[in-house]
């Protein structure tokens, strides 16, 4: 597996963007990039997934360096309720790949009012 | 939230007896997984299957057993339960990887098993 390197923790004020960067600097050129976010006491929840092109949906952006070294997922506007923590994984696109999806310690995000 | 849920979702039980928890998912995906979640471990790949009846071993499979005899339905048993798989459990879905949507997999709320 290609590793991710985040950062152990970051705080964000509400109503604010949280930007949280991840590297990934072995990544494959058949993996893509996945965002989860683990609210504590409840199961993975996926948030976005990207190859190579910025990503937008209605929970997040995801932006992709060109190189593809590194990302960073992007709450527009953080709420308390985005309080969690978030693992970026790398996985390759083949299927059954359940071996492959590898979760890191991630970065817990807090979201200060 | 993806269809999945997981029974029981709270178990206490006694070191030495066996123990089953069931995923059920309502999404009809061809994937299923078994995941444990502890402290300083992270997520860990117990089994997963890519079918009916298709099965196979994950990272930390020892002690553990599987069967899936419908799409829908996702069976874990520890043979003889010991404190050491007290744990978080956690089920998960995904659809066939072969589209460009990747392999993305929806987890479930989770099983909590206390050994005793």
């Known amino acids: 597996d290609a590793k991710t390197t985040q950062p152990p923790s970051m705080d964000c004020a509400e109503g604010r963007a949280a930007n949280l960067p991840c590297n990934h600097s072995?990544?494959?050129?058949?993996?893509?990039v996945y965002w989860y976010r683990q609210i504590h006491s409840q199961g993975p929840q996926y948030i976005i997934h990207?190859?190579?092109n910025n990503e937008t949906n209605e929970m997040a952006s995801l932006i992709i360096t060109e190189d593809r070294k590194s990302s960073t997922l992007i709450l527009p506007h953080a709420t308390l309720r985005d309080t969690a923590v978030y693992y970026c994984i790398v996985s390759p696109l083949s299927s059954g790949s359940a071996r492959q999806l590898t979760f890191g310690s991630g970065t817990q995000l807090t979201v200060l009012p | 939230d993806a269809g999945i849920t997981q029974s029981p979702r709270h178990k206490v039980t006694e070191t030495g007896t066996p123990v089953t928890l069931r995923c059920h998912q309502t999404?009809?995906?061809?994937?299923m997984y078994w995941y444990r979640q502890d402290p300083g471990h992270g997520l860990r790949l117990i089994h997963y299957?890519?079918?009916?009846?298709?099965?196979d071993k994950g990272e930390v499979s020892d002690g553990y057993s599987v069967s899936r005899s419908k799409t829908e339905d996702f069976l874990l048993t520890l043979e003889s339960a010991t404190s050491s798989q007290t744990s978080v459990y956690f089920c998960?879905?995904?659809?066939?990887?072969?589209?460009?949507?990747?392999?993305?997999?929806?987890f479930g709320e989770g099983s909590w098993l206390t050994v005793v």
């Open positions: 998960a879905i995904s659809a066939s990887g072969t589209t460009t949507s990747g392999n993305t997999i929806y």
């Open positions: 072995t990544i494959s050129g058949n993996e893509y």
């Open positions: 299957s890519y079918g009916v009846k298709d099965t």
């Open positions: 990207g190859l190579k």
């Open positions: 999404e009809n995906h061809r994937y």
